[in-house]
């Protein structure tokens, strides 16, 4: 049996069927990115920042990771050492120290090249975007192997269907075949509710958490039943300043590279304004006041990932490298509170 804990946002949904159009009766031809994108589940979109201001704002990451004062030096290859930078998720994703709020990270949501495609794709400018976070992971080849293997997940609970959210990065440095960056198992997303009806979610699900609502695993013989049905794994290849989009039912990863490169990104997530309950914007104008990090979701499952926490003597503390604040606030324009949910178009 399917799982009982059902939102009724889940059940009824805020919009009309058409807004969320299913892509296995996807019908329209776009004549550009969005033809692909229907397709296969995700696209690049070449150039949305120009490649220096893309390097600029690595070089302002990096200066953010500098900042902690323990350790980390880009500019000393002998000092790319895990304990030289805080603690993050997967090796390189900054859950926590406000990271989500750096003047830099909302510079890079403000731009109009990166808002663009999502305006395109919802039909509206009028978006909220989610308060996720940066991804600066350190090379392997010079680190050390890190403590994770891959994770083929999707960010849509199995009762939403239809087109909810569609994730994006903001790429900062190079991601070619031997950087890390992302693995998506390609043509997936329009086969994601035929998977689940035949696959039903059965037994403990202890995944999911309120914060995790959104989010399933996958297992070997999942991938299996993806690739009978044509799909192929595909480690996604961008450049400095190209934006990539994917759908949330598509099954994603994130995979750590060969190089020797700092893998540095953002992730930019937006959804319609209009879309949001005026609960949930009671609550983001809220995690914004406090410059929380929150999921990949802008305009619902709002939940945030908390202080961050170390362990001593086998008691959970704060970590003392934990911030209230961003280093560097962003200038709170009109857009950027729009953007933010904190005012209404």
């Not at 969005?34 to 220096?52: A, E, H, M, T």
């Not at 794709?121 to 991804?135: A, I, K, P, R, Y």
């Not at 509710?193 to 403990?204: A, Y």
Request: with cysteine.
């Amino acid at each position: 049996m399917a799982p009982s804990r059902i939102d009724a946002e889940f059940a009824t949904g805020t919009t009309s069927k058409s807004q969320f159009q299913n892509t296995n009766d996807q019908k329209i031809h776009y004549g550009d990115w969005r033809d692909d994108f229907f397709r296969d589940g995700y696209v690049i979109i070449k150039g949305v920042l120009p490649k220096d201001r893309a390097r600029q704002y690595q070089s302002e990451a990096l200066t953010w990771l500098e900042s902690f004062g323990i350790g980390f030096d880009r500019n000393d290859i002998t000092t790319w050492k895990k304990e030289n930078v805080p603690q993050s998720f997967k090796g390189g994703m900054y859950l926590h120290f406000s990271a989500a709020h750096e003047k830099y990270v909302w510079d890079v949501r403000c731009e109009p090249g990166v808002i663009e495609p999502f305006a395109k794709l919802w039909g509206t400018d009028e978006l909220v975007v989610s308060f996720d976070t940066v991804n600066v992971t350190l090379p392997q080849s010079i680190v050390g192997t890190y403590d994770s293997k891959p994770w083929p997940h999707v960010d849509q609970a199995p009762e939403r269907r239809g087109l909810r959210c569609v994730q994006g990065i903001v790429n900062l440095s190079e991601s070619g075949p031997n950087d890390g960056g992302l693995v998506v198992m390609k043509g997936s997303s329009p086969l994601f509710e035929q998977f689940f009806d035949e696959n039903p979610v059965t037994g403990p699900t202890p995944w999911r958490t309120a914060k995790h609502k959104d989010f399933h695993p996958f297992h070997d013989k999942d991938l299996d039943w993806y690739r009978a049905r044509g799909c192929e794994l595909i480690k996604v290849c961008a450049e400095p300043g190209d934006l990539i989009l994917w759908d949330s039912r598509q099954m994603h990863w994130a995979q750590f590279g060969e190089s020797d490169l700092i893998r540095t990104i953002v992730y930019a997530t937006y959804t319609p304004a209009t879309w949001m309950s005026e609960e949930d914007r009671a609550l983001k104008k809220d995690l914004f006041k406090n410059y929380e990090t929150t999921t990949h979701w802008p305009h619902t499952n709002l939940f945030t990932h908390g202080k961050a926490m170390i362990t001593v003597d086998g008691k959970e503390i704060p970590d003392p490298l934990e911030r209230g604040e961003p280093i560097t606030k962003p200038e709170r324009s009109e857009k950027l509170l729009k953007l933010a949910g904190a005012m209404k178009y």
